[in-house]
């Protein structure tokens, strides 16, 4: 299983970003996948995360900002992140929570204020 996050950088408060994750080896349409962050000197944190029937959960600190989803044909999972604040800087990791756990590579995300 291969998970490969993209779409991170810098933006301003209040900006958005959308990650992309392009996973290989297995099908996001039928496991729950997920993304955490962590930011420095913290543990790593779940912020969102879809199992196979589409249901959600978010970490309070980001409810209503962001947005987890999949692409079925295309085998992706997006985090959609808006209303961006400072303290969502972290690099933020792709992962395959169903099952044997697998994590990708991160993508740094950093929040100006």
């Known amino acids: 299983v291969q998970l490969q996050a993209s779409g991170g950088g810098l933006v301003q408060a209040g900006g958005s970003l959308r990650l992309s994750c392009t996973v290989s080896?297995?099908?996001?349409?039928?496991?729950?996948m997920g993304w955490y962050r962590q930011a420095p000197g913290n543990e790593r944190e779940l912020v969102a995360r879809?199992?196979?029937?589409?249901?959600?959960f978010y970490a309070d600190s980001v409810k209503g900002r962001f947005t987890i989803s999949r692409d079925n044909a295309k085998n992706i999972l997006y985090l959609q992140m808006n209303s961006l604040r400072p303290e969502d800087t972290a690099v933020y990791y792709c992962?395959?929570?169903?099952?044997?756990?697998?994590w990708g590579r991160g993508t740094q995300v950093t929040v100006s204020s």
């Open positions: 080896g297995t099908i996001v349409s039928i496991t729950t």
């Open positions: 879809i199992s196979s029937g589409y249901t959600t």
């Open positions: 992962v395959k929570i169903g099952g044997t756990t697998y």
